[in-house]
């Protein structure tokens, strides 16, 4: 069956550190993938997007990977504070599917502490 | 001021009633999308429409209906025969042509029925 899923529910980390946040993926072949952040009771609101055949994408502190051999993206905040703490949504778009509907993971709750 | 509304921000209906969720984009975006999420779950798509009066059914549009009679609205009708119209729902936008996907969210509605 096809899903999309980040591994971990919640992450707790101390603020200054890097948080790494998985998102795997079986049986799609996405054309990109894209990542949102949510805060509680608000709408998700877009952050990073991947192709699928770029490795690596960086917009400030943020940095996303994307391996379509290992099926899985990364994303990466540096230097982390407690400002960056959300739920992030990984969603992909399979291909010859664009402009269509995102498919969406669970979500990872990030907890940044000072 | 661009972007998406959704009102009103909280709705409380009686089972059994129908209830309209309203959604307007001034973004000029030709797709719109509807999403229900629940606690622990993913955003699940309940429809989209890529271009006026034509919409189409998304992974668990059993009890809901729309229309898109103009570019810039998507009501959400969610009818008595919902079995769990409980839920943050959320509307989305994006551009078609040209786009890789990244969606507009709007703050969402949260409805309860008792």
């Not at chain 1, 603020?15 to 993938?33: D, F, I, Q, R, V």
């Not at chain 2, 309940?46 to 271009?51: A, D, L, M, R, V």
């Amino acid at each position: 069956s096809q899903k999309i899923e980040q591994n971990s529910e919640a992450l707790n980390i101390q603020e200054g550190k890097t948080a790494t946040l998985t998102c795997n993926y079986t049986n799609y072949s996405p054309a990109y993938l894209q990542w949102y952040r949510q805060d509680p009771g608000r709408g998700p609101v877009f952050l990073l997007l991947i192709r699928e055949n770029e490795k690596e994408k960086r917009k400030e502190r943020l940095k996303v990977t994307f391996d379509t051999t290992l099926k899985q993206s990364l994303f990466h905040i540096t230097a982390s504070q407690p400002a960056d703490s959300a739920t992030y949504l990984c969603a992909l778009t399979p291909k010859n599917q664009a402009g269509t509907a995102l498919i969406f993971g669970k979500g990872t709750t990030l907890s940044v502490s000072s | 001021d661009g972007g998406i509304t959704q009102s009103p921000k909280y709705l409380f209906r009686k089972e059994g009633q129908n209830v309209t969720l309203s959604c307007e984009q001034n973004l000029n975006h030709d797709a719109m999308y509807w999403y229900r999420q629940d606690p622990g779950q993913g955003l699940r798509l309940i429809y989209y429409s890529q271009i006026v009066n034509d919409f189409q059914k998304g992974d668990i549009a059993e009890g809901y209906s729309v229309s898109r009679e103009k570019k810039e609205s998507f009501p959400l009708t969610v009818t008595s025969a919902q079995k769990n119209p409980t839920a943050f729902y959320l509307c989305a936008s994006s551009m078609t042509s040209g786009n890789l996907g990244e969606q507009y969210f709007g703050p969402g509605t949260r409805l309860t029925v008792t």
